[in-house]
């Protein structure tokens, strides 16, 4: 049996790999693979992650905290430092530099394996299981995962391709930025991103459809984060507004037409931003000469593709669509190797179910925003009757004795058994505690069970003080 990988330097591409090497050796008659191909023509390799996505950009927002807990901590004197841009992306670069060739140190490592090569090539499909590689081979193995990643999701708004636009990854590499600029997307991406660019000195003025951001989270916590980027960051944010075209002004900036009828129907600024999401990387695969079809619902559970009748297809990580977190794409990689396998030795193939689990490192990173489990909308959605509970950041003294006492956290638990079901925080170190309440979602436990104390005055009391009032209001 031979499988094809396709993007084996990305966290899913590799995570697949892994597993899929340890059950490959061709001189072994029980080894159910006998070949596997690695194909991925990142040059350097490293996957994006590392290379452009959240590896990078905590890089840059180290240098935005930095500088944003120096000019609101009130005692400190003296004139706020500007970022260096030449510092921040020689820092940035020595490090990415250095993850991506652990990764493919990794990918080479698997690579020395029995029965597994590494093939620097692109790959497309000339067949429902063929492929023909860049340097001229065709290859025709009976499994294929496809692990290709995401790119930019360019709208299509009139006036989009006459203008020049910064991206995320022209952003992580500035080494001089403009002093305004217009933002589309307020997602993952614009989030992270404005509060860097404010620190950075650009003007900024942000586009947003919905009347607040985090679509997902209780409106309080969307209110939160606008406020704190309007104050905090001196960002304008233009709520219940959509973009209806863009131009180029006659000093070469760009002009933003709105849907709004007040001063603010358009938009001047030096530059355009697009930070709008991103979609599956499969154009350059050539899906016509399949059955596989991209879109919603393509692959399912199992991170098998629907529409291929083999079976044979799996599709993982950021390439389908389903939830682009690093996190997830790596679970999703072992998955897919793992039913693979299991659909060898016919086996029922195992469905990838994860609890919600986010982190957007919002706020220069020193508010993040984490979700983790339900929230009490969600828990009802799902028929359970909960108790929700409450704790501001202001209300504990140690947020006040690190000056960052902005935020709030929310703890949802089963009103019936007290298990508990879900947290929400946007608050320093809210992307820290995500941990504790992950283990505490997944392993079911009961709040009234949880210890109540920390051991030093430390910010994860917000965690104690909502565990004391749940299990109050359960006990009462």
């Known amino acids: 049996m031979h499988v094809a990988v396709i993007g084996a330097y990305g966290s899913a591409g590799v995570a697949a790999a892994e597993r899929l090497a340890d059950h490959t050796d061709p001189a072994d008659p029980d080894a159910p693979l006998d070949r596997l191909t690695l194909v991925d023509d990142g040059e350097p390799g490293g996957g994006l992650c590392i290379l452009r996505g959240c590896m990078p950009s905590k890089e840059v927002l180290s240098a935005a905290a930095h500088r944003y807990q120096a000019r609101h901590d009130d005692r400190l004197v003296g004139d706020v430092p500007d970022l260096d841009l030449d510092r921040v992306v020689d820092r940035k670069d020595e490090h990415v530099t250095s993850f991506a060739a652990h990764r493919r140190a990794a990918v080479n490592s698997i690579a020395d394996g029995a029965g597994v090569e590494f093939r620097h090539e692109t790959a497309r499909f000339v067949g429902p299981h063929e492929l023909a590689l860049s340097g001229g081979e065709t290859l025709a193995p009976d499994y294929v995962v496809v692990a290709t990643g995401s790119t930019l999701n360019v709208p299509d708004l009139p006036g989009i391709d006459d203008v020049d636009w910064y991206d995320s990854a022209d952003v992580l590499d500035a080494r001089t930025l403009p002093d305004s600029g217009v933002v589309m997307g307020f ?80 938009v001047d600024a030096d530059a355009l931003f697009l930070f709008t999401g991103r979609r599956p990387n499969v154009d350059g695969l050539a899906l016509d000469a399949t059955a596989l079809s991209p879109g919603d619902g393509w692959v399912d559970a199992t991170m098998r593709a629907v529409d291929d009748d083999t079976g044979n297809t799996f599709v993982v990580g950021d390439a389908n669509g389903r939830t682009p977190l690093l996190h997830i794409a790596k679970e999703q990689g072992h998955l897919a190797a793992e039913n693979l396998l299991a659909d060898l030795a016919g086996d029922d193939l195992a469905e990838y179910d994860p609890i919600t689990h986010e982190v957007m490192f919002s706020g220069a990173a020193v508010y993040p925003y984490a979700r983790v489990g339900h929230t009490a909308d969600s828990a009802r959605d799902a028929g359970y009757e909960v108790v929700e509970v409450e704790r501001e950041a202001s209300s504990d003294g140690v947020f006040k004795t690190k000056a960052a006492a902005r935020g709030r956290a929310r703890l949802v638990v089963d009103a019936e058994g007290g298990t508990v079901l879900g947290y929400v925080g946007f608050h320093l170190h809210a992307d820290v505690m995500a941990k504790t309440m992950q283990v505490l979602v997944e392993r079911g436990a009961d709040v009234r069970e949880v210890p109540d104390r920390a051991y030093h005055p430390t910010t994860p009391e917000i965690l104690d003080g909502l565990f004391r009032d749940a299990s109050g209001r359960l006990d009462g």
């Open 187 to 266: 997602g993952y991406v614009g989030i992270e991103l404005v509060a860097y660019l404010a620190e950075a000195g650009v003007d900024l003025t942000v586009i947003e459809h919905d009347e607040r951001p985090l679509d997902d989270a209780p409106a309080a916590f969307g209110d939160d984060l606008l406020d704190c980027y309007r104050e905090e960051f001196d960002i304008e944010i233009l709520s219940e507004t959509y973009e209806e075209s863009v131009e180029t002004t006659a000093d070469g900036g760009v002009r933003l037409h709105t849907d709004r009828d007040d001063d603010r129907a358009s």
